[in-house]
C-alpha cells in the first residue's frame, strides 16, 4: 500500500537556523499538506498546496515558511529562521481530489 | 471559526469494556467527519470517515461512528476494546469545497486499555 513517507524523522537545530523538511507524497496525489502538532496541542493547518500553489495557508504559515514541489516527487517545507516555538511535529499529507487525506510519519523538530 | 470538541482526553478501559468518545464541530455548513487513530510510535491512521449518506458510519477495527446533524457531534463507539486499542484518538472537520480541504482537530483523546 502506497505510504507518504517524511525525513528526516527527528530534526534537531538551533535558533535562526535554516531548516527544511521534506515529504514524498503518494504518486497520484495532488493535493498537499502540512500540519503540526506543538506539544499538549491541537494539530493545526499550516499550508494546503495544489497545482503548484498554495491554496491556504494559516496565519501561522508567515514569511519565514515557505514549501515547495521541486521535482514532481518531493514535497518540502522551509523555515527560514526557525523560533523556538517552532519546535513540534510536522506532518505531510497527501489526498485525490475531494478524498481522505494521508498522513506521513511526521518530523520532529526541536529548536534549541 | 471552525473548531472541534473532544470531550475525553484521558480515558482509561479494561478490555470488553464499550467505549465511546464524544466529538462536536461547530460549523453549520455541510462537512466531511473523520477520526484518525496514532498508534504509538506509529503514524496518523484513518479510522473511519462520513462524507454523506448512512449516518452510521464503520470503521476498521471494529469501529463506528454516529453523525447526529442537529447535536453536530460524530461520536465514535467500539462495543469491545482491546489492548491494541490502545493509541491516540482524533475527531477532525473538513469543508467539502473548493481545492483546499484542510482539516480542523480535535485535541485528541489518549486511549489506554488495560489487558
Known amino acids: 500500500e502506497p505510504e507518504v513517507t517524511q525525513t528526516p524523522s527527528h530534526q534537531v537545530t538551533q535558533m535562526g537556523q535554516e531548516v527544511i523538511l521534506r515529504c514524498v507524497p503518494i504518486?497520484?496525489?495532488?493535493?498537499f499538506y502540512w500540519y503540526r502538532q506543538i506539544l499538549g496541542q491541537k494539530v493545526e493547518f499550516l499550508v494546503s498546496?495544489?497545482?503548484?500553489?498554495?491554496?491556504?495557508k494559516s496565519e501561522i504559515f508567515d514569511d519565514q515558511f515557505s514549501v515547495e514541489r521541486p521535482d514532481g516527487s518531493n514535497f518540502t517545507l522551509k523555515i527560514r529562521s526557525t523560533k523556538l516555538e517552532d519546535s513540534a511535529m510536522y506532518f505531510c499529507a497527501s489526498s485525490a481530489i475531494g478524498d481522505t487525506q494521508y498522513f506521513g510519519p511526521g518530523t520532529r523538530l526541536t529548536v534549541l | 471559526a471552525q473548531s472541534v470538541s473532544q470531550h475525553n482526553h484521558h480515558v482509561i478501559l479494561s478490555e470488553a469494556a464499550s467505549l465511546e468518545l464524544g466529538c462536536n464541530y461547530s460549523?453549520?455548513?455541510?462537512?466531511?467527519l473523520f477520526w484518525y487513530v496514532q498508534y504509538p510510535g506509529q503514524h496518523l491512521q484513518l479510522l473511519l470517515k462520513?462524507?454523506?449518506?448512512d449516518p452510521l458510519v464503520k470503521g476498521i477495527k471494529g469501529f463506528e461512528a454516529e453523525f447526529i446533524k442537529s447535536k453536530f457531534s460524530f461520536n465514535l463507539r467500539k462495543p469491545s476494546v482491546q489492548w491494541s486499542d490502545t493509541a491516540e484518538y482524533f475527531c477532525a472537520v473538513t469543508r467539502p469545497s473548493g481545492n483546499n480541504r484542510k482539516l480542523i482537530w480535535g485535541l485528541g483523546t489518549s486511549l489506554a486499555v488495560n489487558p
Open positions: 462520513y462524507f454523506s449518506g
Open positions: 504518486s497520484n496525489h495532488l493535493y
Open positions: 498546496f495544489y497545482n503548484n500553489e498554495i491554496s491556504e
Open positions: 460549523y453549520g455548513g455541510t462537512v466531511n
